[in-house]
């Protein structure tokens, strides 16, 4: 199968033309993970399922119709280049801290026809300070990277007031979770949802931790990230 087949196996509403595109995402991906690490999975079903798939499950939350989306330490790509081009209506801005990471997933996007994707390099906790980022995207999403408590200072300070910050997390989801019921508040945040999910094929439990911002994050937020990382909120 290829890496589009054993995605649409399991969300059927791909389109031949998405799946087109999906497969040249995955091809270069393995490419150019033999040059630059930007995943530990290049084969058709971990590209296809932990990636593609996993990323498409952000879309059942129903929060990505004509937003403004911010993906926070974006990688490799993911879940930035399958989210755009199943969510066509959104404008999707790719983070990350290494431009030759934010190199590939424009290249990229641009090969595989996605025209609603930017990027955005830099440190999160420094762009969320500047005025023309904070508080100035309809969701912020985020794939592993961090803790939920130390992820949410790099991301929620990006959200509008009424918007969403989706975390985007493994079987501990619910743990972390209440771990960062304190960040969550002061950051301006309120937990919405934990919507558990199954990864076909693999057993594995993801989740994703829906935070809706219900006020304005205090201007001492984000702090210098070894003060977030020393003493997470």
């Known amino acids: ?8 196996k399991y969300r059927e ?3 031949d033309r998405e799946c087109a595109s999906l497969d040249i995402i995955g091809a270069e991906l393995r490419d150019t993970n033999a040059v630059m690490n930007l995943t530990a999975l290049t084969d058709e079903k971990g590209v296809g399922l932990l990636h593609f798939w996993d990323s498409l499950t952000l879309l059942d939350t129903g929060l990505f119709n004509d937003k403004s989306v911010i993906d926070v330490g974006c990688g ?10 199943c969510a066509k209506s959104c404008v999707i801005t790719s983070n990350d801290a290494t431009a030759k990471k934010l190199n590939y997933v424009a290249s990229t996007a641009e090969k595989a026809g996605i025209k609603n994707l930017k990027t955005l390099c830099g440190r999160a906790e420094e762009l969320a300070l500047k005025k023309e980022y904070r508080e100035s995207f309809d969701v912020a999403v985020a794939r592993g990277v961090a803790r939920l408590n130390v992820l949410c200072e790099w ?8 918007g969403y910050f989706v975390a985007m997390k493994g079987e501990k989801g619910k743990e972390e979770a209440e771990e960062a019921k304190k960040a969550i508040a002061v950051l301006g945040g309120e937990l919405v949802d934990i919507i558990d999910v ?3 094929e693999f057993n594995y439990l993801h989740t994703l931790v829906v ?4 006020k304005n ?3 001492a937020y984000p702090r210098r990230n070894s003060q977030i990382q020393k003493k997470p909120l």
Do not use: H, Q
């Open 1 to 8: 199968m290829s890496f589009s087949e054993i995605t649409k």
């Open 13 to 15: 509403s791909l389109t």
């Open 76 to 85: 490799g790509g993911f879940p930035s280049l399958p989210l755009a081009l």
């Open 155 to 162: 991301c929620m300070p990006f959200v509008k007031n009424g």
């Open 198 to 200: 199954n990864v076909p």
């Open 211 to 214: 935070i809706k911002k219900v």
């Open 217 to 219: 994050t205090p201007s």
